[in-house]
Nanobody, 124 residues
Framework: QVQLVESGGGQVQAGGSLRLSCAGSGGTFRNYAVGWFRRAPGKEREFVAAISGSGSSTYFGDSVKGRFTISRDNNKNTVYLQMNSLKPEDTAVYYC?????????????????WGQGTQVTVSS
């Protein structure tokens, strides 16, 4: 059983940056691929980014390509989402998920474990 805790959310002006963290516990973290998803008010949860267990493979949603990066430090059991050039449409609750698989996973339905989410608000 893996527990995930997100942190780093907050309020920022358009064009600014934030770094989200997803801290894992309760399992061998490197055995888990991790993904970030977000849910804006009135919308379905959207795929943002994913990273493989080793960190060697990453994948991004079209809306964040070129602006967001994802990385992990398995010694600290933490995955990071660096968000740059933020836009008001990036406003959402951001969730990290984990699945016991080596490769990246973009399908939300395949994730087994979820954090509680962290709010990101981008003002214009």
């Amino acid at each position: 059983q893996v527990q995930l805790v997100e942190s780093g959310g907050g309020q920022v002006q358009a064009g600014g940056s934030l770094r989200l963290s997803c801290a894992g516990s309760g399992g061998t973290f490197r055995n888990y691929a991790v993904g970030w998803f977000r849910r804006a008010p009135g919308k379905e949860r959207e795929f943002v980014a994913a990273i493989s267990g080793s960190g060697s493979s990453t994948y991004f949603g079209d809306s964040v390509k070129g602006r967001f990066t994802i990385s992990r430090d398995n010694n600290k059991n933490t995955v990071y989402l660096q968000m740059n050039s933020l836009k008001p449409e990036d406003t959402a609750v951001y969730y990290c998920g984990a699945i016991r698989r080596a490769s990246t996973v973009t399908d939300i339905n395949q994730y087994d474990y979820w954090g509680q989410g962290t709010q990101v608000t981008v003002s214009s």
